[in-house]
């Protein structure tokens, strides 16, 4: 089996290398081709790879979709349309506005997603053309925005994934003494849009452990989004948000701290990159991106993280325990490529699980994998009226920015901007177009 990695010079490609070469997922992949358009960064993580203490598949590199594609069983795709740079312009003219500026959420969010989805329509185009019967895997974010533009040419080809729920609902699950049966999310009700989402009940042995570890101070400052979010709050809301929730129910506080700070994420990062990707060479490569990325990881999120006590161990544990980034990707590939049934929270069209929402919408929510691609699983109970609201919203905003994009229509850019609930002001909205038209010229080509 082959895989593909579209954004192959991206800093945690070496965490799905390892994932796929050791372990439980060895031998699923005989080769793999890298895929970036920057060669230098190219260089610098086939440097690590080679590294690496493990004997993995063998390794191609190509700058070339054309090339890079052909004989693909598997394509994932974890790309940075604009880069680090263009995160930070994302980040920094919402702020200037007095918004959120984030990678993914609010109005950076949708700037991000004008970039990203054209690329990755190009990107579909090409596997229908040199690999149609591949499947792909995509992290390219906003994942749940992409993930449903590519449903037009793909269909139930492309997986949308992403990291943050089920790392949710394991650190939730180990607060709760609730532990989770390998391959099986049975009991674990989890409902949302990506980075929208909540984890509304948590059975375990017959009974729902969930109202036990909200009511539970101690056992809720043992883990990150209880902390986040604080016991009080929690209780009365009745489930444990994602952590990108933080940005709606503490948005205040999260722009002053965003502000506040010397730097934004993608300027840190930025910043961290510079200094890291040039060391990555010779035989010390792989050491030298493994304290990066630690040093990367005490930074996730850090920009909103108040919680005063706030401690990395019980992400990085809960992480190790499957879950993480490469675990989720893997996870899926595996079920899809040797068929084997597994249970995973993905980015999936709706069809008819959430009554309220269009059949099309795609929504995050454990869903069942096979050979025959992802589809929701039963929801256990129906969102609340916030949560469908605010899904509701969400999905609107999301719409639109795909119908953007694939219409070329600069005025569902402009409602996209202006429905959604961090900005909420037409104005605004026009400002914001504005200015990240100003900053991404290729954004005014869009519109016919
Ligand atoms: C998590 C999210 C991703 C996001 C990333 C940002 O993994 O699920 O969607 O891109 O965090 O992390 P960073 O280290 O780049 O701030
Ligand atoms: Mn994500």
């Excluded at 680090?84 to 969010?109: H, K, N, S, Y």
């Excluded at 919408?361 to 992802?374: F, L, Q, T, Y």
Aim: charged share 20%.
């Amino acid at each position: 089996m082959r895989l593909v990695i579209v954004g192959g010079g991206g800093f945690r490609v070496p965490l799905v290398y390892r994932a796929l070469s050791t372990g439980r997922y060895a031998g699923l992949i005989d080769s793999v081709v890298l895929h970036d358009i920057d060669l230098p960064r190219l260089r610098a993580i086939e440097a690590v790879l080679a590294a690496m203490p493990l004997e993995g598949p063998p390794l191609t590199l190509s700058t070339e979709l054309k090339d890079a594609l052909p004989g693909a069983d598997v394509v994932f795709a974890a790309t940075r349309v604009g880069g680090t740079a263009g995160r930070v312009i994302d980040e920094r003219i919402a702020l200037d506005l007095g918004l959120l500026g984030q990678e993914t959420t609010g109005a950076g969010g949708l700037s991000y997603a004008l970039r990203s989805i054209p690329y990755m329509l190009e990107l579909a185009a090409m596997m229908q053309k040199h690999c149609p019967d591949a499947w792909l895997i995509n992290f390219t974010n906003p994942a749940g925005m992409v993930t449903q533009a590519l449903q037009s040419v793909l269909g139930r080809k492309v997986i949308g994934i992403c990291d943050s729920p089920i790392g949710l609902v394991r650190r939730a699950a180990q607060a709760a003494g609730a532990p989770l049966s390998s391959g099986s999310l049975r009991g674990v009700d989890y409902l949302g849009l990506n980075h929208l989402g909540w984890l509304r009940g948590l059975e375990y042995d017959g009974v729902d452990r969930l109202p036990g570890l909200l009511a539970s101070p101690e056992r809720l400052a043992g883990f990150e989004e209880g902390r986040l979010f604080g016991p009080d709050f929690l209780r009365t809301l009745g489930a444990v948000p994602n952590e990108y929730l933080f940005y709606y129910y503490r948005r205040a506080e999260a722009i002053d701290s965003i502000r506040a700070a010397e730097q934004t994420r993608g300027e840190s990062i930025a910043e961290a990159q510079g200094r890291s990707y040039p060391e990555l060479q010779g035989p010390e490569a792989f050491q030298r991106w493994e304290a990066a990325r630690l040093e990367r990881e005490e930074g996730y999120l850090a920009e909103a993280r108040s919680a005063p006590d706030g401690n990395q161990e019980d992400r990085d544990e809960a992480d190790l325990a499957g879950g993480g980034y490469e675990e989720v990707a893997l996870a899926a590939m595996t079920a899809l490529l040797t068929g084997e049934r597994t249970e995973l929270i993905l980015n999936v069209p709706n069809g008819g699980s959430i009554a309220a929402l269009p059949h099309d919408a795609v929504i995050e929510v454990p869903s069942s994998v096979d050979a025959s691609g992802a589809q929701p699983l039963p929801v256990q109970s129906p969102p609340t009226l916030h949560q469908l609201g605010l899904m509701a919203q969400l999905k609107a905003v999301e719409t639109a920015v795909v119908r953007a994009v694939l219409e070329g229509d600069r005025d569902q850019a402009l409602l996209a901007f202006a429905l959604h609930p961090l900005v909420a002001d037409e104005q605004l909205a026009r400002q914001l177009l504005k200015g990240y038209e100003a900053a991404f010229p290729a954004l005014s080509t869009l519109w016919r």
